[in-house]
Structure formats: structure tokens, C-alpha cells
């Protein structure tokens, strides 16, 4: 088998990159995945697309990444329903240094054009009522922040790209990569092995792994982050409702239940997904802090998946010095899913030579090395 | 609801002998007389007896429409009996979603069917 390019991995990212190296005309684009479509980060994540961030790199890659959204449907002729709640995201501060910090964040969102406001508590609990006031001090809302179905999402991108002609290879484990006089030449399946000069790693939990394959040591590491589902009841939530510090989001998705999660701080770096116990405790009393109605609510379900997290938390959407025709989109540290549009577009950019439609650069795998990293953004649950 | 379920409440009320489900005589063993307990379902004054969980106590009553489903609102019945399904979710003293299988019956309870998912207050 021969291929233009081989992507590994078929969540949110891999299918995005497929789709649009796609419309720019490639041709024989491969995605093999070890599993079934969306069976590792992005069928287990929130889910939720927000533009509060705290740096400007992620900033703008959320804003139009939520552009793409806005119109996916009709952009991918996609004949079902993405399910886009655009009611936008109340992010909770609870302490005098959250209040100065979103105040910051908030005027550089602004100077990004994000409609991002800062909220006292009167207007908060306008817009989420059942607030315990005590709870917080102040928020900040961006109305055109929202949620999607990730199953959906991906399977509006795949469906596209499939007809476009990506060919998809599902429950095919890549074994290696072949490497010849510094030139990728091959990817090894257990199935089969398939000619080609370049490679996309974006294998989210597994990107360091896959990395390791062709001698790159990526600086990310995956690590169990838990969620849980509570059972529907009629609407009663707009935005998504998250706190940094009390650890939590929780939005209502449309079909009524309540998707909340929290991360934990001892969580080891490994590929554990499980479900503990704790997570339920610590869940439970943070959601009754903070909306005691919601903790009158039944759990149905939970689950984890795991965060791919790079030291300053923002991704790394590159190509590699060291190794013409080996790209890396992975370290999205929690963020994958709501920067997936974009991710797709500036690899895409990075493969055919193009200019990049934002700066890429501080999304580059060699700002590690050249430690020239800056920000961090502390904006993540 | 439907006219069935009107005709059999309409039954049971009259009827002092406690409603046609209930297995009064058996062979072999012996149901002693229970007392009863007045509740009031979807605003109509009824009874069941001590022991009953809301569920059984309707049961009895011939309510076999505990709920309808939410988007095809098509009729369900009393089903798993253990409090997983669902499926007799109702309003309870204003609380929606309670599992009326698995809740005992009490003095002055106000039931009734739920419409939708539920609404907390």
C-alpha cells in the first residue's frame, strides 16, 4: 500500500487534518487508528468550545475554531445535527488573584475580539440563577462560547473526508515508522505496511509513544482526567459553568443530563482512564458548593480519558527540524477538541508549504528547546 | 391517560375491597388486612395499603401508564421494579424523577405523572 501521507490517529485532530488536507487537493491520505473513531480523548471529553483563554495563542485558536463551528454543518454538508448550544461559558472566580487575573485575561480577549465580559455577582446569577452566591466573587461570560457533540463533530468531519477519498483504517495498530538517510519511508502496521514520506502523530493520549517510534522524545505526558453524567432533566442551563479554582466544569447538554468533571492533582502520568470512587466525592461536594440544585441530581455514569498535556499547556501543532515529513498535533492538554479546526487547517498549512492563517509559532515543538516559552496558560481544568 | 385507566380508578374507588389486583385469598398462605393509606394521584383522593411502594399502590389501582417517553411520548409501564430504569419516574410532593418503585408509600403524598424530564426547583 502507498500513501501521500499516513495520519495517525482518528479522534477530533486526525480527522479534522484529513478533511482539510483533503480540500486541498491531496491525494491517497490514510488515518489509521489502533481502535474505533473517537475512542480515545474525544469520546471521552467534555466537549465544551470556549474563548476565555489566558494566553493569545489560545485565544485565537479557539476563536476560529468557534467560527468553524458556527457553520460546520453546512461547510461539511453534513445531513445530521453537530448539536452547537451556543450558550456561552460562566467562568466562576473565587479568590482576589482569579478576579485581577480574568480581568486580564478578559481585556486581552477583547483585544482579540472575543465578546467576553466581566460579570460582578448580580449579573452572574442572571445568567446561571441557582448560583450559591456565596460561592464566588465575580465571573466572566463570553456568550458565543458553547458546546457540541464530539461524536457528531468527528463524524461530520469523516464523512467528508471519505468522500473527498481519505481512506480510513480502523483497529490497525501502527508498530513503526521506517526511516532511511534521515527520510521517513513507510509506516508498519499490524496489518500491513504502507509507503509514505509523511506522517502526522496525532495520536493524541498515545502522541509521546508514537513520537518515541521515530527517536522523538515530545515533552508531553498523558494522565486520567474524570467526568461523570448525571440523569436529564428539562433545561434549566445556558452556558457551561466552570471554576479554575474549585476544579470543576459542569454544562447541560441538550438532551438534559449534566456533564461535569474536575481534574485530579495526584493523577499520574500514564494511560490510565479508570473511575474512581474519589472522583464521586470530591465531585459531588464541589457541585453542591457551588449549585447545590444540581447536586440533587442522580449520577448515571462516569468515566475518564485522558488529558495529553505539554509543559505550558498550549499544543504542539508542528512540523520537526530534525525530521522532513514527520508533523506532530498532540499536547493539547485537555483543549483538543474545541481547537480541532484550526488544528487541522495549520497543519494542513505546515504540509503543503503555505503560510500559516494565524501565527503558528507559538504552537512550534522547538520553543521547548529553544526555551523561549513565556506564557502559561493557567486557564485549564 | 386513557379511558381505561379512568374506568378502572372509577372502579376502585368504588370498590371497598381494596381494588382488583390484589390477591385477597390464596391457597396456602394468609394476607392479613392492611391499613390503608390515602394519597392523592394526578389530584383524584385514592388509597392503597401499608407496605406499598407508590408504584404498587397504583398498580393496584389499575394505573398501568406510569410515564410516557420523552420524545415519542409513547406510553410506559411499570417495569424493572428495582429502581433502574426508570420508567416509573413521577412527581412527588414536587420533586420530579422519583423512582416511585422503590418509594414507600406515606400518608398525603401528592403524585403525579410527569410531563418531560423534569423540571428542579
Known sequence: ?381 | MGLFYESVLCYHVRSESGGIMRIEKHPILEFKQREKIYFTFDGKEVFGYAGDTIASALDALGVKVVSRSPIHDRARGFYCAIGNCGSCHMVVNGVPNVKTCITRLEPGMNVNTQKGKGQIR
Open chain 1, 1 to 381: 500500500m502507498k500513501a501521500e501521507i499516513v495520519i495517525i490517529g482518528a479522534g477530533i485532530t486526525g480527522v479534522s487534518i484529513a478533511y482539510n488536507l483533503a480540500i486541498q487537493g491531496v491525494k491517497d491520505i490514510v488515518v489509521v487508528d489502533k481502535s474505533f473513531m473517537t475512542s480515545g480523548a474525544t469520546g471521552r471529553c467534555g466537549a465544551g468550545v470556549r474563548q476565555q483563554w489566558g494566553t493569545k495563542g489560545n485565544c485565537i485558536m479557539a476563536k476560529k475554531s468557534i467560527e468553524f463551528f458556527e457553520s460546520a454543518t453546512d461547510t461539511l454538508e453534513y445531513d445530521d445535527d453537530i448539536e452547537f448550544k451556543q450558550e456561552g461559558y460562566l467562568i466562576l472566580a473565587t479568590t482576589p488573584e482569579e478576579d485581577e487575573l480574568f480581568f486580564e485575561n478578559v481585556r486581552l480577549q477583547n483585544s482579540l475580539g472575543i465578546p467576553s465580559r466581566v460579570c460582578n455577582k448580580k449579573e452572574a446569577l442572571k445568567v446561571v440563577p441557582y448560583l450559591r452566591p456565596e460561592s464566588f466573587t465575580s465571573a466572566t461570560y463570553c456568550p458565543t462560547d458553547g458546546h457540541l457533540n464530539p461524536f457528531k463533530m468527528t463524524d461530520a468531519y469523516f464523512q467528508k473526508a471519505k468522500q473527498l477519498g481519505v481512506e480510513f483504517l480502523f483497529f490497525e495498530t501502527v508498530e513503526s515508522i521506517e526511516i532511511n538517510n534521515g527520510k521517513i519511508t513507510s509506516v508498519t502496521t499490524e496489518k500491513r505496511t504502507i509507503k509514505t514520506n509523511k506522517v502526522v502523530n496525532a495520536a493524541g493520549g498515545y502522541a509521546h509513544e508514537v513520537g518515541l517510534m521515530v527517536g522523538i522524545d515530545i515533552p508531553v505526558y498523558s494522565e486520567n482526567h474524570e467526568i461523570l453524567v448525571t440523569e436529564p432533566v428539562d433545561k434549566m442551563q445556558g452556558p457551561m459553568v466552570m471554576s479554575f479554582s474549585k476544579n470543576i466544569y459542569c454544562q447541560q447538554v441538550p438532551h438534559g443530563s449534566f456533564l461535569i468533571g474536575r481534574s485530579n492533582p495526584e493523577a499520574k502520568h500514564d494511560h490510565d482512564i479508570s473511575s474512581s470512587w474519589q472522583f464521586l466525592d470530591e465531585m459531588a461536594k464541589t457541585v453542591c458548593d457551588i449549585m447545590p440544585k444540581i447536586g440533587e441530581l442522580r449520577v448515571i455514569r462516569q468515566w475518564g480519558g485522558s488529558y495529553n498535556i505539554s509543559p505550558d499547556r498550549q499544543p504542539i501543532i508542528s512540523d520537526v527540524k530534525s525530521l522532513p515529513g514527520f508533523y506532530i498535533a498532540c499536547g493539547f492538554s485537555g483543549h483538543g477538541f474545541m481547537f480541532a479546526p484550526m488544528s487541522g487547517v495549520l497543519i494542513t498549512e505546515i504540509v503543503l508549504n503555505k503560510p500559516t492563517s494565524l501565527d503558528a509559532s507559538d504552537y512550534r515543538l522547538d520553543r521547548f528547546e529553544d526555551k523561549i516559552v513565556t506564557e502559561y496558560e493557567k486557564s485549564v481544568v
